[in-house]
């Protein structure tokens, strides 16, 4: 592999730093950039993260972490294909020694993107035994992920597949699968008088493994914990995530009485008893919701009022810039118990919004339907209006006023929030939107 010597130099990380300069200084004065623009994570650093003796980072949508030895080096994911270059520049400054292992905690590109720059002759790439069904289960599904990311993450340049590379590519074995080594449980080996533990910690992926190094008291945790509550329900669409894989995962780590936790995303975890802290409040706040909502569900509660009336207390509040609370809700009741409601109207192929355009004729039509939406949003309830707006256009979807209301709700509601995932979205909202009305 070829080695990228002149970017090892201090003069070429500050000029990396220099080149992102603005794009960094943007992100900062602006928070919604950030969390809207996954490429503009990490964009300031001009050298790597020294979390301890030998373990080092590179910060981005996605971290890339680097174990160096005294005969060679082990990557603990390799964030996305984009951050690749920088993130190599960046801890092969530090040590450039041989690639030895590539371990990936799971199968999402954030993680695993980087893998074809950092594998070298004889490397061995390390995964769980589900990251071969994982990849396969993405595959399957990859022009609905596509739409999905294109839509969520513009910045990422995502590119929709077409209709023939949707019929050519499309099937249960046509993923590449890119490991070497395949685990069930555990696996573990010894490189230059350190041994790595790693383990199969389902969570946020059912492929999901942590790595655990003993003599340096260190936990590598992947994605099974953020400075947020998790996506245990991701907009962008997944199988269930489970919470009690979450808890009895988490559980297995803080047995181990680690003194560094190192997360895929965010910052290390340094000292023993913040660890404790953390996971232990970060397990709590997930079963709390967990079993909040298994409780409402027995109680014969809909997914809706469970949505909105499950909060975490104050000692449990882990905050919402990730995933929400509420998704999660939804998530574990028809994780649970799948689509059907209990409504008898559910069953049937015909679907509620069928019924709007006659509605919206009683009303008055989409116009008057959009004035009530305009009424909504002056009291500032965005939600209602932005269900309004859309009651109006499916009778009318070239009505603008109904239009200009759903923009307003949807521009309303953007300027509330402070969850990246959900920011995405909204912003997708705010751009189909504004294309249908520059169409009239």
């Known amino acids: 592999m070829n080695r990228i010597d002149s970017l090892n130099s201090k003069v070429c990380r500050a000029a990396l730093a220099a080149a992102f300069f603005l794009l960094a200084q943007l992100s900062a004065a602006q928070p919604q950039l ?119 993450f513009p910045a990422l340049n995502v590119v929709r597949l077409s209709e023939l590379e949707l019929a050519r590519g499309v099937d249960n074995f046509g993923a590449e699968i890119v490991p070497t080594i395949l685990f069930e449980d555990d696996y573990q080996f010894e490189l230059g008088g350190v041994t790595f533990e790693v383990m199969h910690t389902p969570g946020e992926t059912y492929d999901h493994l942590s790595v655990w190094i ?49 997360p895929s995303h965010g910052p290390a975890i340094i000292g023993a008893e913040e660890v404790v802290r953390q996971l232990t409040r970060y397990r709590d706040a997930i079963l709390y919701v967990h079993d909040q909502t298994l409780l409402g569900m027995n109680q014969g509660k809909d997914v809706h009022t469970l949505m909105q009336e499950i909060q975490l207390p104050s000692d449990l509040d882990i905050g919402e810039s990730y995933g929400r609370i509420s998704w999660s809700v939804r998530g574990i009741y028809e994780g649970y118990m799948g689509w059907f409601d209990g409504n008898p109207a559910s069953m049937f192929s015909t679907p509620v919004d069928s019924a709007y355009p006659d509605l919206v004729a009683l009303a008055g039509g989409a116009s008057a339907v959009a004035a009530l939406a305009q009424t909504q949003i002056d009291a500032g309830d965005f939600e209602l209006a932005l269900h309004s707006a859309d009651i109006a256009l499916s009778a009318e979807p070239d009505n603008r006023r109904a239009l200009e209301a759903r923009l307003a709700a949807f521009e309303g509601l953007l300027a509330d929030s402070d969850n990246s995932n959900e920011i995405g979205w909204l912003r997708h909202g705010v751009r189909e939107t504004q294309a249908a009305l520059d169409q009239l």
């Open 34 to 152: 950030l969390a809207g623009n996954p490429m503009l994570q990490g964009m300031n650093q001009t050298e790597a993260v020294k979390i301890s003796e030998n373990i080092y980072q590179a910060t981005g949508f996605g971290n890339t972490n680097m174990v160096v030895t005294q005969a060679g080096n082990v990557i603990i994911d390799t964030s996305l294909s984009a951050n690749v270059r920088r993130h190599k520049a960046l801890l092969q400054a530090e040590s450039d020694g041989a690639i030895k292992y590539i371990i990936l905690t799971h199968a999402h590109a954030d993680h695993t993107g980087g893998v074809a720059s950092w594998r070298e002759e004889g490397t061995e790439i390390i995964a769980q035994d589900e990251h071969t069904e994982f990849v396969h289960y993405q595959n399957r599904l990859k022009g609905l992920f596509s739409q999905r990311n294109a839509a969520q």
């Open 214 to 262: 003993p003599d340096y008291k260190t936990a590598f945790v992947g994605d099974n914990f953020y400075t947020s509550f998790p996506n245990m329900y991701t907009l962008r669409g997944t199988k269930p995530r489970w919470a009690l894989d979450y808890v009895d995962s988490i559980n297995r780590i803080l047995a181990l009485e680690p003194e560094i936790v190192v």
